[in-house]
């Protein structure tokens, strides 16, 4: 017989361990939500889990026959623009998603919440797991992509997990942080979303870095993303590894977003249990 877990919302918490303990010991429940949002997000649509793959490719058709044919930009290396600004489309919608879904699922999930004594923060990672199997189909399709480029795949694809994991720590960790706050101050969704369409046009997803100018460059290095997106990149069809500093700024950037959310979660917990 399964053991029974149960939680008392009143037991005194350790900064940022409960929060790292409660994800590890209600996985069951976490997988039962990924499960859900996953189910609910295709629920009465004709197409389903297809719409996961016709989204980008959609989205990269625009992109290919504005800045392709149009503005005519010239990838670095030769890489076909369709497998450059797949990769990069992939990856910021990803984390655009994962970050919108977890910072409102608090509020998302209060008649759960004020009901039902569970941990808070599972409902807030969530999504970011939900995010990532959408982001693993369209991995299959990035790979598909490259073979019909003619760029193939390199042995180093099989390393494109790592950054993937990081990106995971660093939606969660934000995500976290934005579900606390808009508890609270619900307009924070909208000034994230706006932030969030500022994030993807200083990242190098559709365009090439070198077409910024050097005055603006500093921009780019400081965006967190720009170094998640280099390293993806330089696994899952460059077959090369990014400088060693964007490795350093993905590590820091995941393992810092991660327990500063499991932080503010741990802060505001019994505030959040009254306002939700």
């Known amino acids: 017989m399964t053991p029974r877990s149960y939680y008392d919302s009143d037991q005194p918490r350790r900064l940022v361990v409960s929060e790292i303990t409660n994800l590890r010991r209600y996985r069951g429940l976490l997988r039962l939500l990924v499960r859900r949002d996953l189910t609910v997000r295709y629920k009465r649509s004709m197409l389903g889990v297809w719409w996961t793959l016709l989204n980008p490719l959609l989205t990269v058709a625009v992109m ?22 797949l990769s990069g489309v992939m990856l910021i919608t990803f984390f655009s998603q994962g970050v919108v879904a977890s910072g409102s699922s608090i509020v998302g999930s209060a008649g759960i919440l004020s009901k039902v004594y569970v941990p808070a923060e599972v409902f807030a990672v969530a999504p970011a797991l939900a995010a990532l199997v959408n982001f693993g189909i369209n991995i299959l399709l990035l790979l598909v992509v490259q073979l019909i480029a003619g760029v193939g795949i390199p042995f ?35 000034i994230v979303g706006v932030l969030l369409t500022l994030t993807m046009y200083a990242t190098p997803g559709f365009y ?69």
């Open 156 to 190: 180093t694809a099989l390393l494109a997990p790592i950054p993937l994991l990081f990106l995971v720590m660093f939606v969660a960790g934000l995500g976290m942080m934005v579900a606390s706050l808009a508890v609270a101050y619900r307009d924070v969704l909208d």
């Open 64 to 85: 290919w026959a504005v800045f392709s044919t149009i503005f005519r930009f010239e990838i670095p290396g030769g890489v076909p623009y369709v497998v450059y600004v």
């Open 208 to 276: 090439p870095v070198t077409i910024v100018p050097d005055r603006f460059l500093l921009l780019i290095h400081i965006n967190p993303l720009y170094s998640y997106l280099e390293v993806f990149r330089g696994l899952v069809y460059g077959g090369n590894f990014a400088p060693g500093w964007m490795w350093a700024v993905m590590v820091f950037t995941a393992c810092g977003s991660l327990l500063l959310g499991a932080w503010t979660f741990s802060r505001s917990w019994r505030r959040l249990a009254v306002l939700v």
